[in-house]
């Protein structure tokens, strides 16, 4: 039980100067110095008491409970004493005049005799309270023990996690691996769903290992479907069924729907489906519920568990024989895992010799565990003599039989500074297994003020400093860091560039730590089951997922429930939340619908989010929230404007707005809100709209991400009066200019941009629609850009000298229509030396790469791109010279090789009409081009381009026309250079492909290769009733899935292909116009003779869509069909025999 920092919080609001300077306890200055002595003779005993209470006496747990409960009164009382000094303050500056007649009805309180009244009485109680505690703190004879301090020096950490023992248990666990990977491809041919767990005691890495296993090539390789869910305790069918349609990337809906959904997401497909942490031994309907539904998939899927309990797994297959028991780990790897964490990045040799001496003995306290070896290295690497080591491990037990790993982890937990401990323990509200926003998590922390103040260093500063320290003793597992390549999608287009953040997870048993701590003080509801009601009566900080949580708390209002201090609403509020009228001691509140809200019955509000609401505007009020720190509005997409009294909240520092496309434009003397720090989306208004021009960002220390708009409204003057460039701290900048006929008038574009140069070492810059014919010389001075996107600058001409940009590893240009390339101007040879990303599309003029011949040197022009697009560039005709490099080829160290990207793995090349070269210049005879790691290729719309190059790692190939339906002209001889290699296949087969084509095709390939997927369009060559199409089928026999399409040759059942099929599971067949469905031997028969033997005996999916002349469908001894779908109605005659697991005609 932490309740030390909450006390220092009380106490600190104590001694506020604003209490002394508005006069707000006058008549009550005695009871006020009387509460800071009390409160000050409490915090000397303290940690004593907190101590005593980690030792379960159960005198010093309920005293601390008692001190805990008043510490919440006397923090709502000190907060309205506060609350009120700031509405004197606000007054004083005109808010009372500038909120209208009505003001007095806003405020909670505005009589000063009243308050005076209401306020010393209730002050008196909390004292009467408190001279009990302190009676008894006497009587328990605590002792006064310093609390510790607050570290002063930070351990210099980074966003990402270390990676050192995952990484030894890796290698620990490989042969566990090898067995698991070789039992699930063995079941490749199964039509049972294997159910495989993985049993283990918690903390010895089942999770870790089924992450190995999951995310091995060969199951990758192997299973058409991956997915992973976490369970945890709460096996809700309909909720596991949502998460698992949710992981494959579809819309998660209502429970009536979500089996349905699951059903639909696996069928006919080969899976793998990963249940983590099982808890559900119990209510064996449940599983086979599910079950029922993920019998639908195709053969050989799997699904793999990871679980405490052989109950579970018994459950789940029947029988515990075969379930994979996880043993523990060796100890000269536990040993290894703590001499990693607990040494860090120092050098071997730097080493303390008599700590390293006590490793061994530290491994056999950890239980062959790596969860305990990582937390108790992470503990040790904060003690620096042999003397603290012994007293960790002397202190209590670390492992034993009946708790297992949980004491070291409570013996890590009770090691932190009382702060951290809070911080911590707050995380018990979101549930198992739950992604936490890490930026959301600290703005929570500092709104219930968990963070410490320390002089001259803002809270989310220390709030992330705690964060890092927190994870770097293995309290945290960092999930995600969003990288700048994930905001671009070719195929969706393009998203917000705010979107770099970090999400992290609590492994299960940290998260039972966090839980026993805090108890019923913090709680996650994600279902609507009756047990819940007694969670409410305690929860202070309350975490909702379900649907329509208004019901559940309004059902609380009646019950008594606690004061609510955070309230995180993930599901959606649909009526009135008669809660937040009651109880006005809530500091954090997330809901998503705004105009619910009722400000004078939330004026303790530090924290609220509404993002992602359908509000149109504020409420006009919500200005008298003094204390609001951080109001996210992100994504409400109808959102109009701001209140013009938000100059008013001058406590607030983030105010995100991105997302909100209808603002029109910011609120006036936004200038005034001198603590803001984050501020992601300004909207320039016009003159006289009386709003707030760009000079009113000059005296705010913006960082993070921000995006200027409606920059047509801007002068010269006003750009440079934002003072972009004294913005040290921030990370991603955009300017949006409108497009439009009107605006296209405005000639100030150069002006402004020249007036908006931000700092140095700004990472991600994006410009749009800006009309200038050249851009500022600054931009080859952002020596910290890691990416670049110019959208639609129609005039550009000549782009700087981005080549000078070190660090620049993202690059995206769209829509300049007069750019002609992209290196212009001298003559000395230039290289982007760190790019991974390279985006060119609609530049209608583009046409080459570089302007002077000379700049292109004797190495690669891009050394590291991985990913190259290239899309509607109508003059393009090649890619860059080939230069000479040396890579490994097919296994050969130290080939040489000609490749102007050397390092390329996927590229796509679209709609360009008269690309017909692999390089800009012709090569040496005998000297190919080569892309030695190129993975994927698609290409479409490129009628020119005849031939494919040396790709010796292609996996992935695409040939179409594209959507300018010209005819392409690579052909199949061409492109059978790169099968060998493929995993799958997509090819408009060429129309000057003939049989003589095939014979050649099938001389080179000369073997069956292990293509399992392939779509053909435009394929008549392939149906010919000559024996070279044949042939070359019988190369294709291991296919796994077929789509044919657009083949006017297949008018007959291709009986003589499908018997060489003799792998395939799904077959579609689409836009055939002439099929008939008739076989050609027995043309107008309604039923095949019973004594023929069946065609794809593997058969499980068949799809006919759009053949309009199909008559006649034959199908006998498809032992694994499930359904057949999308028969037209052209069908007459249908015939089925020995196809026992067909479920489904439509």
Same mark, same amino acid.
């Given at each position: 039980m932490v309740v030390g920092p909450l006390l220092s919080m009380v106490k600190e609001k104590a001694s506020s100067y604003l209490l002394d300077q508005y006069q707000v306890m006058e008549g009550m200055e005695e009871?006020?110095?009387?509460?800071?002595?009390k409160l000050l003779a409490i915090l000397d005993v303290i940690t004593d008491a907190e101590e005593q209470a980690a030792k379960h006496r159960e005198g010093a747990k309920a005293w601390?409970?008692?001190?805990?409960?008043?510490?919440?009164?006397a923090n709502d009382v000190l907060d309205e004493f506060k609350y009120e000094a700031l509405r004197r303050k606000a007054k004083a500056e005109g808010h009372y005049k500038a909120l209208g007649m009505d003001v007095i009805k806003l405020f909670p309180s505005h009589n000063r005799v009243v308050f005076r009244y209401k306020m010393a009485k209730r002050l008196c109680m909390i004292l009467r309270e408190i001279d009990v505690l302190v009676a008894e703190m006497n009587a328990f004879r605590f002792k006064f023990k310093p609390q510790p301090q607050m570290p002063m020096q930070w351990r210099q950490t980074d966003a990402c996690i270390p990676t050192e023992s995952v990484g030894i248990a890796s290698k620990s666990r490989a042969q566990e691996t090898k067995v698991l990977v070789d039992r699930l491809l063995a079941g490749a041919s199964s039509k049972d769903l294997m159910v495989l767990p993985i049993v283990g005691?918690?903390?010895?890495?089942k999770t870790t290992l089924a992450q190995l296993v999951y995310n091995d090539p060969e199951i990758q390789k192997h299973f058409e479907l991956r997915l992973w869910v976490c369970v945890s305790n709460d096996f809700d069918v309909d909720s596991l069924a949502n998460r698992i349609v949710k992981e494959n990337g579809c819309q998660a809906s209502g429970s009536s729907r979500a089996l349905h959904n699951l059903k639909k997401a696996v069928s006919w497909k080969r899976y793998l489906l990963v249940l983590d942490d099982v808890w559900n031994r119990d209510e064996p309907s449940k599983w086979e519920r599910l079950k029922s539904y993920l019998l639908h998939g195709g053969c050989g899927s799997s699904v793999l568990t990871t679980t405490r309990d052989e109950a579970v797994a018994k459950l789940m297959m029947g029988t515990t024989e075969g379930a994979y028991k996880l043993g523990s780990l060796d100890e000269e790897s536990i040993g290894k895992i703590i001499k990693a964490r607990a040494f860090g990045s120092k050098q071997e040799k730097e080493w303390p010799g008599e700590l390293v001496d006590m490793v061994g003995e530290v491994a056999q306290r950890c239980a062959g565990s790596p969860l305990a070896a990582t937390a108790l290295g992470s503990l040790l690497g904060t003690k620096t003599n042999k003397k603290e080591w012994e007293d960790v491990l002397n202190g209590r037990t670390i492992c034993d039989e009946e708790n297992g790993i949980l004491p070291v982890l409570e013996l890590s937990y009770h090691c932190l500074p009382s702060y951290m401990r809070q911080c911590f323990a707050f995380c018990a509200m979101f549930p198992k297994d739950y992604e936490i926003d890490v930026q959301m998590l600290i703005h929570l922390w500092v709104a219930n003020g968990f963070i410490p103040e320390q002089s001259g260093v803002c809270p989310e500063t220390i709030g992330e400093n705690t964060f890092n320290e927190l994870k770097s003793r293995s309290f945290f597992q960092v999930l995600k860091n969003v990288p700048f390549e994930k905001i671009y999608s070719y195929e969706e287009g393009y998203k917000d560039m705010s979107c770099s953040r970090i999400t992290c997870k609590i492994h299960h048993l940290m998260h039972d730590v966090a839980q026993s701590v805090v108890g019923k003080e913090c709680a996650a509801i994600a279902t609507h089951q009756s047990e819940r009601a007694d969670v409410l009566r305690s929860a202070r900080h309350l975490y909702l997922s379900i649907r329509r949580p208004e019901t559940l708390l309004n059902a609380s209002q009646e019950k008594g429930s606690p004061a609510f201090q955070t309230l995180i609403c993930d599901g959606y509020v649909q009526g009135d939340l008669k809660i937040l009228s009651k109880y006005n001691s809530i500091r954090a509140l997330k809901i998503d619908c705004g105009s619910i809200l009722r400000p004078k019955y939330l004026h303790h509000l530090r924290y609220l989010d509404l993002s992602r609401s359908g509000i149109r505007a504020l409420p006009k009020d919500i200005s008298i929230l003094y204390y609001l720190q951080t109001l996210n509005l992100s994504y409400c997409e109808w959102l109009e404007r701001l209140p013009k009294q938000l100059k008013y909240l001058t406590g607030l520092r983030h105010l995100y707005t991105h997302g909100c496309w209808e603002l029109k434009s910011m609120p006036p003397e936004l200038g005034r809100l001198t603590s803001l720090q984050a501020l992601t989306y300004f909207v320039a208004g016009a003159d006289d709209s009386g709003c707030s021009n760009l000079g009113e960002l000059q005296n705010l220390d913006l960082g993070g991400t921000l995006k200027l708009s409606k920059l047509e409204n801007v002068t010269g003057a006003d750009a440079q009066a934002a003072g972009l460039g004294n913005k040290k701290k921030l990370t991603e900048l955009e300017l949006f200019w409108t497009d439009s006929d009107q605006e296209a008038q405005n000639n100030n574009h150069k002006e402004v941009v020249e007036g908006l140069k931000p700092h140095d070492e700004l990472k991600a810059l994006r410009i749009n629609h800006c009309r200038s014919r050249t851009f500022p010389t600054w931009m080859n001075t952002l020596k910290g850009m890691v990416n670049l996107k110019l959208f639609h600058c129609k005039k550009l001409e &000549? $782009?700087?000298?981005?080549?000078?940009?070190?660090?620049?590893?993202?690059?995206?240009l769209e829509g300049l229509e007069s750019l002609h390339c992209l290196c212009s101007g001298g003559t000395t040879p230039v290289r982007f030396p760190k790019l991974k990303v390279l985006t060119l599309l609609d530049m209608a003029k583009f046409e080459a790469w570089?302007?002077?011949y000379g700049v292109q040197g004797e190495e690669p022009i891009f050394p590291e791109v991985e990913k190259l697009v290239i899309g509607r560039c109508k003059s393009l005709?090649?890619?860059p010279k080939a230069a000479?490099?040396?890579? &490994? $080829?097919?296994?050969?160290?130290?080939?040489?090789?000609?490749?102007?990207?050397p390092a390329l793995r996927k590229m796509t090349l679209g709609e360009l009409t008269v690309f017909e070269r692999w390089e800009a210049a012709e090569g040496t005879p005998g000297e190919e081009v080569t892309f030695p790691l190129l993975e994927y290729v698609e290409i479409y719309g490129c009628p020119k381009l005849t031939d494919l190059p040396e790709a010796p790692k292609l996996s992935e190939l695409s040939i179409t026309k594209g959507l300018g339906q010209q005819q392409q002209q690579i052909s199949l001889e061409a492109a059978s250079r790169c099968i060998p290699s493929l995993s799958r296949l997509d090819l408009e087969v060429s129309p000057d492909d003939t049989e003589t084509t095939l014979l050649h095709v099938k001389k080179k390939l000369n073997r069956t290769l292990a293509l399992p997927h392939m779509r053909l369009g435009w394929c008549d060559v392939f149906f010919s009733s000559r024996s070279s199409a044949l042939a070359l089928w019988t190369c294709f026999a291991h296919l796994v899935d077929l789509e044919i399409c657009d083949c006017d040759a297949l008018v007959y059942w291709p009986e003589n292909v499908f018997q060489v099929l003799v792998c395939l599971r799904n077959l579609v067949i689409s836009r055939c116009s002439k099929l008939t469905g008739r076989t050609q031997a027995s043309d107008e028969q309604s039923a095949p003779a019973p004594e023929r033997g069946g065609l794809l005996p593997c058969l499980e999916s068949l799809k006919i869509e759009e053949c309009e002349s199909l008559a006649s469908l034959h199908m006998w001894n498809c032992s694994g069909l499930s359904e057949v779908a999308n028969l037209p109605p052209s069908i007459k005659i249908l015939y089925i025999s020995n196809c026992g697991k067909l479920q489904s005609l439509s």
């Open positions: 009871q006020h110095e009387v509460l800071k002595r601390l409970e008692a001190v805990r409960k008043v510490a919440y009164k005691m918690g903390g010895l890495g &000549e $782009l700087p000298a981005l080549w000078e940009l070190p660090a620049l590893q993202i690059l995206s570089w302007e002077t005709t090649a890619l000479s490099v040396i890579t &490994e $080829l097919s296994g050969r160290v130290d080939t040489k090789c000609r490749s102007a990207f």
